[in-house]
C-alpha cells in the first residue's frame, strides 16, 4: 500500500515538473516556431501552433541583412572575458570573507549586493563620459570590464556560500604543512569547490551573454554583441515578429547548448552544500 | 638585397596608402523599418560610387533614441550619421548639437524637399536633418464593408461620420470592428494619435505661456469622444494596442477603418501580407470643421552630429540616400510603390509614381499638417503630435499612461485630465517654462 502511494506520488510529483518545466520552456519553444513561420503565420489570429508551412527564409533573410558571426565572436569574447576576469578577482575576495572574516564582512557583502538594486540608468552618463575619456567606447575590452563589475557581487556571494561549506580545518592543515597562501588557494581550496566554481562560472557566462542595457548603450558597429543583433529586427512600426524570432534563437542557440551540456555541474553547482 | 628591400619598403608604402585611401569609413545609427533596411542593401552602391564605406548600426526606435541622445548629448562621437525625426532636429539644431545642411550642391535640389518636411527639420530656418521619408496618418478603410453598411467615405470626412461608418461596420459576431485606433501607452503611440486628434477637436497641450490646457472642454471633448466611439466599435483590449497590432488586425480583416501613419498603406495593400489588400480606400483623417485635421506630420531624416571627424563623408553620404536618384535607384529594381515616401515633391510630379493608389492621399495629408500652426487657438511649441520641447517625451509618456488607463477602464476621463493638468504644470514648472 505504501509502495502504491509512494508511485503514486512519484508520478503526480513527475507530472507536475514536467508542466513547470514545459511552462517555463514554452515562450522559446514558440519563438524556436514562429521563426520558421511567414510573417503573416506569425501574427495568425487563432495562432498557428505547429500545422503550418515551415520555411527557412527568415534564417536566410537574416543571415543575408547580418553578419551574424561577427556578433557571435563579441558575445563570446565578452561573456567569457567578464566571466574569466571576475573569477580572478572574486576568488580571494571570496576567501579571505569565508576564512578570515572581520567583523565588517558581512556589511561588506550586503553592501556588495545592494549595488545591484541600483538602475543602471542612474549611472549610465557618468559611465558613458568614463568611457569616452579612456578610449573605450565600443570596445571588447570596455565591455568586458563593465559586465564583470557588474556581475561581481554575485560571483563573490556564490563563492563565498561555497567556500563556506569547506572545513577550515583542511586549509589550516595545508598551512601547517607549508603552504603559501597561492598554493593553499590553487591546491587545496579550488579543487575542492570545482562544483561551485563550475556552477558560478557557468551562471556568469549566462548573465554577461544575456545582459541588454550596457551592451546596447556602449557598443556601435564595432564591438556589439547578440543582444544588440536581436534589436536591430525590433520595430514598433511594421511587422518583424518572424524575422525576430529567427534572430532570437540564433542568439540564444549557443547558450541553450551550453546550458544543454553542462546541466549537470550547473545543478550539482547550485545545489552544493543544500545537503549535509 | 638592398633593392629588394627598398621594394619590398616601396610595396608597404603603397599598401599602406591604399589601404588609408579607402579606409574612410562612416558610421550609420538607424531605425529599424522597411526603408532603412532597403536603403543598406544599397550601400554596396555608394561605396564603389565615392570609396567610402558604411557601417550599419540597427536599432528599434526607442533604443535608437536612447542611444543617440546619450551619444550625442555627452559628444561620445560613435556616430558620424543619426537618424533622428522631427522631434529631435529642431531641438537638437537649436542647442548646437548638429551641423547644418546649409551647404548641399546644387544637384541635390534642396528646395524640391516638401515644405512641411523641411520646415519641420529646421530650426531658425536653418535644415538640420535631410529627409528620408516622411509620413502624415490617414484613414484606411475597407470599401467591401463600407459599401455593405451603405454609406460612401468621402475624400475628408468628419468624426461625426466616421464614428457612424465605425457603427455601421462593427460586426462582433464576424469578429469585425468598426475601428481600429492606437491606445497603447507612449507619447510616440497612443500619445501621438490622441494629441494629433485633440488638434481637430480644438485641443492643445500649452497656452502662449505654457500653461497646460487639459482642463478644457475641447480635450475634454476628445477623450470622451475617442473613448465613447472605442467602446462602441473597436476592439477589445484596445488599451494596449499600437500600430502593430492595429496593423495585424487590419491585414487580417477584423477592421473596418484604421487611422494610422500613411506608410501602413504599402503593407496593407500588399497582397503577399493582408487579406484585404485588394478592398482597401483612402481618405483625409477626420475634423470636426474647425480647421485642423487629426492627421500627424513625421520623418526620419539623416543628420549629422558637430563634431565628427567625417563631415564631408557623412555628407555625400545624405546626398546620396535622399536624392532624387536614390529614389530613381529603388523604383528602377523594385517598384515605385517602394520608393521612400513623403520627403521631395518631384516624386509627386511623377507620373509613374502618382499612379500607385495611396500616393495622392499620402501627399494631400502630409500637406495638410502643418507644424508650425498646428492647433486652432495658438500654441508656443513647434510640432503637429508632439510639441518640440526636451520635455515633451517625458511628460507626454505619463500623460498617454494616464489616458490608456481610461481606455482600459481603470479611470474615468475626469480623472486623467485632472491628472495630466497637474503633472505636466508641475513638468513644467519645474524645468522653468512657467
Given at each position: 500500500m505504501a509502495r502504491a502511494v509512494t508511485t503514486r506520488r512519484k508520478a503526480i510529483n513527475t507530472a507536475l515538473a514536467w508542466a513547470i518545466g514545459l511552462l517555463i520552456f514554452f515562450p522559446i519553444l514558440w519563438t524556436i516556431l514562429t521563426s520558421f513561420k511567414t510573417e503573416g503565420q506569425a501574427i495568425a489570429d487563432p495562432p498557428i501552433f505547429l500545422f503550418f508551412d515551415w520555411t527557412l527564409e527568415n534564417y536566410a533573410i537574416v543571415q543575408e541583412r547580418s553578419d551574424y558571426m561577427r556578433y557571435l565572436v563579441n558575445s563570446i569574447i565578452i561573456a567569457l572575458g567578464s566571466t574569466a576576469l571576475g573569477i580572478v578577482i572574486a576568488v580571494p575576495a571570496a576567501w579571505s570573507m569565508a576564512f578570515?572574516?572581520?567583523?565588517?564582512t558581512k556589511d561588506i557583502l550586503m553592501w556588495m549586493l545592494s549595488t545591484k538594486m541600483l538602475p543602471a540608468v542612474g549611472v549610465l552618463y557618468p559611465i558613458y563620459l568614463l568611457f569616452i575619456k579612456m578610449g573605450l567606447l565600443d570596445s571588447r575590452m570596455g565591455l568586458v570590464v563593465v559586465l564583470m563589475l557588474i556581475n561581481l557581487p554575485i560571483i563573490v556571494w556564490m563563492l563565498y556560500t561555497y567556500f563556506k561549506e569547506i572545513p577550515g580545518e583542511i586549509l589550516e592543515a595545508a598551512r601547517m604543512d607549508g603552504a603559501t597562501l597561492k598554493e593553499e588557494i590553487i591546491y587545496i581550496l579550488t579543487p575542492m569547490a570545482v562544483p561551485g566554481i563550475a556552477s558560478t562560472l557557468l551562471l556568469n557566462v549566462i548573465l554577461a551573454w544575456n545582459e541588454a542595457f550596457w551592451t546596447l548603450n556602449l557598443t556601435a558597429a564595432k564591438a556589439a554583441p547578440l543582444t544588440a543583433f536581436i534589436a536591430?529586427?525590433?520595430?514598433?512600426?511594421?511587422?518583424?515578429y518572424a524575422k525576430l524570432s529567427a534572430a532570437s534563437t540564433m542568439a540564444i542557440a549557443p547558450i541553450l547548448i551550453l546550458g544543454w551540456f553542462s546541466q549537470k555541474q550547473l545543478v550539482r553547482g547550485l545545489t552544493f552544500g543544500a545537503v549535509k | 638585397m638592398k633593392n629588394s628591400i627598398r621594394v619590398l619598403m616601396g610595396a608597404c608604402a603603397l599598401g599602406a596608402l591604399a589601404t588609408a585611401s579607402s579606409a574612410e569609413t562612416i558610421t550609420i545609427a538607424t531605425v529599424n523599418n522597411g526603408d532603412m533596411i532597403r536603403m543598406q542593401g544599397y550601400t554596396d552602391q555608394f561605396t564603389a560610387k565615392t570609396g567610402i564605406d558604411v557601417e550599419w548600426v540597427t536599432l528599434e526606435e526607442n533604443v535608437l533614441r536612447q542611444r543617440v541622445t546619450t551619444d550625442i548629448s555627452t559628444k561620445?562621437?560613435?556616430?558620424?550619421?543619426m537618424t533622428i525625426g522631427m522631434y529631435e532636429t529642431p531641438i537638437w539644431g537649436a542647442n548646437g548639437w548638429l551641423v547644418p545642411l546649409?551647404?548641399?550642391?546644387?544637384?541635390?535640389?534642396?528646395?524640391?524637399?516638401l515644405p512641411a518636411m523641411a520646415g519641420g527639420l529646421s530650426h531658425d530656418g536653418t535644415l538640420y536633418a535631410a529627409p528620408f521619408y516622411g509620413e502624415s496618418s490617414m484613414i484606411m478603410y475597407r470599401t467591401d464593408l463600407m459599401e455593405k453598411a451603405g454609406l460612401e467615405m468621402p475624400a475628408a470626412p468628419t468624426w461625426e461620420f466616421v464614428r457612424e461608418a465605425a457603427a455601421a461596420m462593427t460586426d462582433r459576431d464576424a469578429d469585425i470592428n468598426g475601428i481600429c485606433l492606437r491606445g497603447k501607452a507612449g507619447w510616440g503611440e497612443g500619445g501621438a494619435f490622441i494629441t494629433a486628434m485633440s488638434n481637430s477637436f480644438g485641443a492643445r497641450w500649452f497656452d502662449m505661456d505654457w500653461n497646460a490646457q487639459f482642463d478644457t472642454d475641447a480635450w475634454a471633448n476628445t477623450l470622451n469622444f475617442f473613448v465613447g466611439m472605442m467602446n462602441e466599435s473597436g476592439p477589445a483590449g484596445y488599451a494596449t494596442n499600437g500600430f502593430n497590432e492595429n496593423l495585424s488586425l487590419f491585414q487580417q480583416g477584423k477592421c473596418g477603418m484604421w487611422i494610422d501613419a500613411t506608410v501602413a498603406a504599402s503593407f496593407v495593400t500588399n497582397p503577399a501580407e493582408s487579406t484585404v489588400a485588394d478592398s482597401v480606400g483612402f481618405a483625409l483623417a477626420p475634423d470636426t470643421g474647425l480647421g485642423k485635421r487629426s492627421n500627424w506630420l513625421w520623418a526620419w531624416a539623416l543628420a549629422i552630429p558637430a563634431g565628427t571627424q567625417q563631415e564631408a563623408a557623412a555628407k555625400q553620404f545624405i546626398e546620396w540616400a535622399t536624392s532624387k536618384d536614390y529614389i530613381e535607384l529603388v523604383a528602377e529594381n523594385?517598384?515605385?510603390?517602394n520608393v521612400p515616401p513623403g520627403a521631395r515633391t518631384s516624386l509627386y510630379e511623377n507620373p509613374n509614381y502618382i499612379e500607385v493608389p495611396f500616393a495622392q492621399m499620402t501627399l494631400d495629408s502630409i500637406l495638410s499638417a502643418d507644424p508650425n500652426n498646428s492647433t486652432v487657438e495658438p500654441s508656443p511649441y513647434v510640432g503637429v503630435q508632439f510639441a518640440a520641447i526636451p520635455e515633451f517625451a517625458g511628460i507626454a509618456t505619463e500623460v498617454s499612461q494616464e489616458f490608456s488607463a481610461v481606455y482600459a477602464g481603470q479611470q474615468t476621463v475626469e480623472e486623467a485630465l485632472a491628472k495630466a493638468q497637474a503633472l505636466t504644470n508641475d513638468a513644467m514648472e519645474a524645468a522653468g517654462y512657467r
Open positions: 578570515v572574516p572581520s567583523k565588517r536591430s529586427y525590433s520595430s514598433p512600426e511594421g511587422l518583424f | 561620445g562621437g560613435a556616430f558620424d550619421i546649409d551647404d548641399l550642391s546644387a544637384e541635390y535640389d534642396v528646395d524640391d524637399i523594385e517598384g515605385w510603390a
